[in-house]
């Protein structure tokens, strides 16, 4: 499947990133349907209320490393599951029963050395 960004439905000269109000979007916040988030960016809300991005890694990177985005850059995301309620390990037991789906957050964990 191709992702199929909505165009801009205005972008001023010199339109940035960290500046919204240099460009409006085709679909305005509040309109979206499930259809128009079909597409979107997927995160899971972890311990403690933090979010972990199970899809989308290299485009939110990208975000961030772009000259006028960076780590304080809003973005919208699609959240999939709130598991705020789950101690870690519980949330990391959940994220295992789901392995073929969040791939990226198992990564994360070996790395990081977490039960």
Not at 36 to 60: C, F, M, Q, R
Request: net charge negative; proline share 8%; charged share 20%.
């Amino acid at each position: 499947m191709k992702l199929q960004i909505p165009p801009a439905v205005s972008v001023e000269p010199g339109a940035r990133l960290d500046d919204p109000g240099s460009f409006t979007c085709e679909l305005p916040r509040g309109e979206e349907t499930s259809d128009s988030t079909a597409a979107v960016k997927t995160a899971v809300i972890g311990p403690g209320g933090e979010p972990y991005l199970t899809d989308g890694h290299h485009t939110l990177t990208s975000f961030a490393e772009t000259p006028d985005g960076g780590q304080n850059m809003h973005v919208r995301l699609r959240v999939v599951a709130n598991l705020s309620a789950l101690s870690p390990d519980e949330f990391w037991a959940e994220m295992q029963r789901h392995a073929g789906k969040l791939a990226y957050l198992l990564e994360y964990k070996r790395a990081h050395g977490i039960s």
